[in-house]
């Protein structure tokens, strides 16, 4: 495969960071190294042992709460910058500007960190969370556009519905990542002939990008930050209850408010429709192996399954090495018309790692700050961990967000150790009430879960004009918080 001068241009941001982020790891390797021996949960990316770790650790002074500023701007550049003007509108589409506000508000933030002693947890936070963030995001995304779901059937209420029952069943066990890429394409060329289409992306991210990822930790990060931390792999099944309500009465509102679009379609579009019918049909499934191979490596490359990471958490990147690997495998073995069916570019994901590196590093003093005063906010029952975590995850990573809330709940019941909390049922209902909360409401906001992004970019990409971040929102409180009450006088009273 050539690349020509002009494509060269339009990479060398992806290598500049990616050789920026390397270089960052590997000039960490010896902080870690020591620590490994006095750290060996490290790798779990758990904010309160970052920090209660001693003063060797550099933890500082604590932070003022002005530091949130640069996390602050950089999602109002996300909300505000695409809308603000036709200038800034068409300044925000170009990625590598994107990358610019990121480390620049990155930087910004960079500063009174290292000043007030908070390094280690920049460093943590690139090397432990954002960088396998990033690989397991790209390996799922990469692989995935080498499946093609060929085929035009009608865009029907029913036949849309269907879509999102099948993406919803499997988020949880590809990840809502890969049955994100797997179907949103399929479900947007379905749907080429239709107008009114902006609805079906939105209900697609609610639930393919997120609820659906609820049953297994490979369904969405927070739950694999849980089952890292000891909760069982099935115990997520215990969340099948919340999924299930929530999932049936967005797919019956989606339905109705479909079914409605569809009578505004004009005749001429309804026809072209259906003339243009063409049997579904699967290619590439080679790709298969290859993503089963990043879920097994998600699953069993880990500290559960290779003790020696828990002494030393660098080994742990033989999992990103081999998913890196398998990314290689599916370029030699799919087929490029494949990719070319599926208007693959790498476009969202970029537009990805570029957003996400900067939120990643401005999101660290809101995620100390509500480590260090948690407890003030008089969270104690269940429904306010499942609200609070959810609220938390809308603007912040729900990974962290999820490990932040599961440490207060810890403190809250004095407990050190996932076990004593499955032994006792009040800990439970609450770690219950967290991970539902981390993994819904991930859904509130374009920047809840990173799959929200993708699928927002896939779809501008084949010409659908997506909701701004306040838009977006717009249609998340009307839509799923009046669900998230009902769930709370369900489970969480």
């Not at 941001?13 to 750290?39: K, M, W």
């Not at 002005?66 to 809308?83: G, K, R």
């Not at 692989?143 to 069943?169: W, Y």
């Amino acid at each position: 495969m050539t690349i020509n001068q002009g494509e060269e241009m339009r990479y060398l941001p992806s290598t500049l960071l990616l050789t920026v982020l390397l270089t960052f790891a590997g000039t960490s390797s010896s902080l870690f190294a020591q620590e490994s021996s006095e750290s060996p949960e490290i790798q779990m990316a758990q904010p309160s042992q970052v920090l209660a770790d001693s003063e060797d650790h550099h933890v500082g002074q604590e932070l003022p709460y002005w530091t949130v500023i640069p996390f602050v701007l950089i999602l109002l550049s996300i909300a505000i910058l695409p809308i603000a003007s036709h200038t800034t509108m068409h300044w925000w589409e170009n990625n590598n500007n994107k990358l610019l506000v990121a480390a620049s508000l990155g930087a910004c933030a960079f500063i009174p960190l290292t000043y007030y002693g908070y390094f280690h947890n920049i460093v943590h936070t690139i090397v432990f969370e954002y960088i396998p963030f990033i690989v397991l995001l790209g390996s799922l995304y990469y692989i995935s556009g080498g499946i093609v779901l060929r085929g035009d059937i009608e865009a029907t209420p029913l036949n849309n519905t269907l879509f999102l029952i099948v993406g919803t069943s499997l988020a949880s066990f590809i990840g809502t990542t890969g049955a994100s890429m797997l179907l949103i394409r399929p479900l947007l060329n379905t749907n080429s002939e239709r107008k009114h289409v902006v609805h079906t992306v939105i209900f697609f991210i609610f639930l393919v990008s997120n609820i659906g990822g609820s049953l297994t930790p490979l369904g969405d990060p927070p739950l694999f930050l849980g089952y890292l931390q000891g909760v069982p792999f099935t115990w997520t099944f215990k969340l099948f209850p919340d999924m299930l309500l929530a999932s049936v009465l967005l797919l019956i509102i989606y339905f109705i408010w479909d079914s409605i679009k569809y009578k505004k379609e004009t005749t001429k579009d309804i026809k072209k429709d259906k003339s243009q019918f063409v049997p579904l049909s699967l290619s590439g499934q080679v790709n298969f192996i290859w993503l089963l191979g990043v879920i097994f490596s998600v699953a069993f490359l880990n500290k559960n399954y290779i003790p020696a990471i828990g002494e030393n958490p660098l080994l742990g990147f033989v999992r990103e090495l081999v998913m890196a690997g398998l990314v290689i495998a599916s370029i030699y073995t799919s087929k490029k018309r494949d990719r070319e069916a599926n208007k693959f570019t790498l476009h969202p994901i970029a537009e990805v790692a570029y957003l996400f590196i900067g939120i990643f590093i401005c999101m660290i003093p809101a995620l100390v700050l509500l480590e260090a005063n948690g407890k003030n906010l008089g969270i104690t029952q269940q429904w306010q961990f499942f609200w609070a975590t959810g609220l938390f995850s809308s603007v912040l990573d729900n990974a962290p967000t999820y490990l932040t809330f599961l440490s207060l709940a810890k403190g809250l019941l004095g407990f050190d150790t996932i076990a004593q909390i499955l032994a006792s049922p009040e800990a439970e209902a609450l770690l219950k009430a967290i991970s539902v909360g981390a993994v819904f409401m991930g859904a509130n906001s374009y920047i809840g879960n990173a799959p929200n992004f993708m699928v927002k970019s896939v779809a501008e990409e084949n010409n659908v004009k997506m909701p701004s971040f306040g838009g977006y929102m717009v249609y998340s409180i009307g839509i799923l918080f009046p669900i998230f009450m009902l769930l709370t006088f369900v489970f969480y009273l």
